[in-house]
Each structure stands twice: as C-alpha cells, then as structure tokens.
C-alpha cells in the first residue's frame, strides 16, 4: 500500500493560476520530498522538508507540512504551460530509509 | 555533470521471456535504487544498493526479479521469467549517501511491455 496519498489525482488550470496539491500520509515521518515527472522521463526532485520544519519556499514552490495532520502541501504560484506534470510526495515511514512515493496529482497548465 | 543513464529506454517481450535493464548511476553516487512505476501510479522500490551491497529488497519478487551491483558502480536488472503483470517503467535512481534526507537523481526510464 501507498504510504503517502495526493490528493487531487487530476488538477486543470489555467497559465498564470496558482495550483495546490496535498500529500496525505499514515505512519511518523523523519522527511517528506516533493518531485516531479514529466511526462516519459525521469523523477526531478523539487523539495524536502523535514518533520521539525512547517514551511519552505523554493522560487514559485511553496511546501507546507503539518505533522499532527500527516500531511503536507505544495503550492505552485503563477503556474505556467511547463510546470505540467505529474506531482509526487515521498515519505521515509517511521524514519526508515525505504522512500515511498504516492500515486501523484496530474498537473495540467493551459497556455 | 552526467546524469543517471539507463539502457535500453524501450523493450517489448512477451511473457516468459527473460529482459535486462542496465543502469549507470552517477560518479561517486554510493546508494543505487531500483523502481518499477506501472501506469497511473508512483515508482515503487524494488531494491536498493549502498555501494555493492543489497540495503533493502524487500519488494523485490526474489522468484523472478535479480539485480546486481558489481564493483558498486553499475547495476543490472533481470526478470526472469517475465509476466504480463511485469509492464511498466523501471527506473533507476541514485544518491551521494543512503541518508532519508538525500536528494535521488532518476534517469530516464525503460518501459517494458509484455505481451
């Protein structure tokens, strides 16, 4: 089973809109990243977090992690056409070393 | 500075034939991570490689999946033999340390299709 679920599975938005995505989890964590995958390649990674941190900014990229709530958000400002993609949390469970990756939101940004 | 390289990018076999990917991680990366992503879902770990040695295979189906590490540098990946079930993307990913924290570099990918 996934330990980290996002929510939503599809997301439709316009350039220039901002786009949100959760990433529930079931189990503590030590870590949460955030990646993303174009479509036919590879994993990028976009952040990390840590389980004593409640927000971090990276350009256009804000994250938020609320442990009490298990779950985590990413914010794209000012969306535009490249940043579709696929969007992933993964989670090290119980602070194994094991990562473990959700489903993924599917980010479309219309031009 | 290269990035993670893996061969073939595309295999189509049908069922009971045998298939390896072969996966170049990059210079000085100790951990090596194997996943396999089928459609519509996140990558999942099939085995991970600190060096040359095995850190965690606890998904990997030991009946027909193998991998190697030889000399901590490149590693293969072999299904033997193959089920349809087996379609997917397997990518190959790899870290400076083995640590939670450390950021996995993918390459990217070969989609296998079963017939």
């Known amino acids: 089973s996934q330990q980290g679920e996002e929510d939503p599975q599809a997301l439709s938005i316009q350039e220039g809109e901002n786009a949100t995505m959760n990433c529930s989890y079931k189990?503590?964590?030590?870590?949460l990243q955030w990646y993303r995958q174009n479509s036919g390649r590879g994993l990028v990674h976009l952040i990390l977090?840590?389980?004593?941190?409640r927000e971090k900014h990276s350009g256009r990229l804000r994250v938020t992690l609320d442990t009490s709530k298990k779950s985590s958000s990413l914010l794209i400002t000012a969306s535009r056409a490249a940043d579709t993609a696929s969007y992933f949390c993964?989670?090290?469970?119980?602070?194994?070393?094991?990562?473990?990756f959700g489903r993924g939101t599917s980010l479309i940004v219309h031009p | 500075e290269a990035g993670v390289a893996q061969s073939p990018r595309y295999k189509i076999i049908e069922k009971r034939q045998s298939v390896a990917f072969w996966c170049n991680p990059i210079?000085?990366?100790?951990?090596l991570y194997w996943y396999q992503q089928i459609l519509g879902q996140g990558p999942k770990l099939l085995i991970q490689?600190?060096?040359?040695?095995?850190?965690?295979d606890s998904q990997l189906p030991k009946d027909r999946f193998s991998a190697e590490r030889l000399k901590g540098v490149d590693s293969t990946l072999k299904i033997q033999p193959a089920k349809l079930e087996d379609s997917a993307v397997y990518l190959c990913a790899s870290s400076l340390g083995q640590g939670a924290t450390d950021t996995q570099y993918f390459g990217p990918g070969t989609r296998l299709t079963v017939l």
């Open positions: 490689f600190q060096n040359n040695g095995v850190v965690d």
């Open positions: 993964a989670t090290d469970p119980g602070g194994s070393y094991i990562p473990t």
């Open positions: 977090i840590r389980s004593n941190e």
């Open positions: 210079s000085g990366h100790a951990t």
């Open positions: 189990t503590s964590i030590n870590n």
